[in-house]
């Protein structure tokens, strides 16, 4: 089902989303609209409390650079790498908003699929920002934290998508 994505001041994007606890049966509603609404907004990830649901859970997807559409519970980074590079930004929650934020250029991630087996991923460049993108989320961050006001973009940005 599509949702609507909350938006800007909206509390929830600023807690700290709680564990997920059930997988199976209990977790297929979630992942379905996570992937649902994500595709909807022609997103390339979507984190729970953007659909208002403050639960440790994320949806990423975008064929074209090769990153797998995957539902990621209680996503944890393992490792960083030292190296960051540069890229820009927009967020499906912040509309119309764009901006440069620098971050670790690769990750390897241990999370939890829906039926609750723990899985881990070593990925980098644009999938290793999306899914950084997505766990600020679930711990209440924004990518305009990372921006001082004077060096946000606005307005309408067609070259890359939005998460
Ligand atoms: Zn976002």
């Not at 944890?76 to 890229?87: D, F, H, N």
């Not at 290793?128 to 921006?147: C, K, M, P, W």
């Amino acid at each position: 089902m599509i949702l609507p994505v909350f938006t800007w001041q909206q509390p929830v994007l600023r807690e700290q989303a709680s564990p997920v606890q059930e997988f199976g049966s209990a977790l297929k509603p979630l992942a379905a609209n996570l992937e649902d609404t994500m595709r909807g907004a022609y997103g390339i990830g979507l984190a729970a409390p953007q659909i208002g649901i403050s639960t440790r859970a994320l949806f990423v997807g975008y064929e074209d650079a090769g990153i797998p559409f995957l539902f990621v519970a209680n996503p944890e980074i393992l490792w960083r790498s030292r190296e960051k590079s540069l890229g820009e930004e927009a967020c499906l929650s912040l509309p119309g908003v764009f901006g440069d934020v620098k971050r670790p250029e690769a990750i390897r991630v241990r999370y939890q699929d829906t039926e609750g087996r723990q899985r881990e991923l070593a990925v980098d460049g644009l999938f290793a920002r999306v899914l950084q993108h997505e766990i600020d989320h679930l711990n209440g961050i924004l990518f305009t934290d990372y921006i001082p006001e004077a060096e946000r973009r606005q307005g309408k940005h067609s070259a890359y998508p939005t998460v």
